[in-house]
């Protein structure tokens, strides 16, 4: 694919090539010049970074609650681990029938929202094992000299823990935008009238594949490159 957004194309139709025709920066100049496509990269950007936001704080917090809090004080911990467990197992295809089973059942009117909360049901599992993991080797001790000085648990939690267990947060977040932004199977089944860059690609290619897909193609691989090897970095990072 990097390869391919270099190469020239011969014909009148400005289409993908997949014979060597010569190197070009053409398609790069070219970026914006196909319609709808620089609109769907935009709209997987925004899905991206809104999807991980939401999953990042809500799986931060099932994270400490799954670490926490036992017994009497968390009844249905069990089966929230088996949800979890069962989020990241189950094919993305079976996710992405059931939500739409769900959202047909309800009337719900499929577009961005949809694919935002179909983004955060199969990443907040992601976050919430990397913070749980980075969780497990916590010294309590430390925020309870924290209450000890007369601090409060909010002052506790934003001073003592979340510094702590930030590169755990931070390996969970850029796991779940890498995971959303070239997500295909799922999406196609809720974006309804807002189609993100993957399912136009798939559209796209029933008629024929521009160049400029490629040069897309190469940015979002080389940033879901970069977040997957910065998150490995961060969740081996000791504090």
């Known amino acids: 694919m990097i390869i391919y957004s270099f190469n020239r194309v011969t014909s009148g139709l400005q289409l993908v090539s997949f014979s060597w025709n010569g190197f070009t920066w053409q398609w790069y100049r070219q970026w914006s010049n196909v319609p709808g496509l620089t609109s769907a990269?935009?709209?997987?950007?925004?899905?991206?970074?809104?999807?991980?936001?939401?999953?990042?704080?809500?799986?931060?917090?099932?994270?400490?609650?799954?670490?926490?809090?036992?017994?009497?004080?968390?009844?249905?911990?069990?089966?929230f681990e088996q949800i979890l467990f069962l989020n990241i197992a189950a094919p993305e295809i079976v996710m992405g029938a059931s939500l739409l089973g769900l959202f047909v059942t309800f009337n719900v009117a499929r577009g961005f929202f949809t694919l935002v909360l179909a983004?955060?049901?199969?990443?907040?599992a992601y976050v919430t094992v990397t913070v749980r993991a980075r969780l497990s080797g916590f010294d309590v001790a430390l925020e309870e000299a924290a209450y000890d000085l007369g601090a409060n648990p909010l002052a506790t939690f934003r001073l003592v823990t979340l510094p702590l267990i930030m590169p755990g947060v931070l390996a969970g977040a850029l796991m779940a935008f890498a995971l959303s932004i070239d997500d295909f199977?799922?999406?196609?089944?809720?974006?309804?009238?807002?189609?993100?860059?993957?399912?136009?690609?798939?559209?796209?290619?029933?008629?024929?594949?521009?160049?400029?897909?490629?040069?897309?193609?190469?940015?979002?691989?080389?940033?879901?490159?970069?977040?997957?090897?910065?998150?490995?970095l961060m969740s081996k990072k000791k504090a």
């Open 119 to 124: 983004h955060v049901m199969f990443s907040i």
């Open 41 to 79: 990269f935009w709209l997987s950007l925004r899905l991206a970074i809104v999807s991980t936001l939401i999953a990042t704080i809500l799986g931060t917090l099932l994270a400490i609650a799954l670490v926490r809090y036992r017994g009497k004080r968390f009844r249905g911990k069990a089966g």
């Open 185 to 232: 199977v799922t999406s196609n089944f809720v974006s309804g009238s807002s189609t993100p860059f993957p399912v136009w690609v798939y559209g796209a290619s029933r008629v024929g594949t521009p160049p400029q897909v490629f040069v897309f193609g190469t940015a979002i691989f080389t940033v879901g490159i970069v977040f997957a090897l910065l998150s490995l």
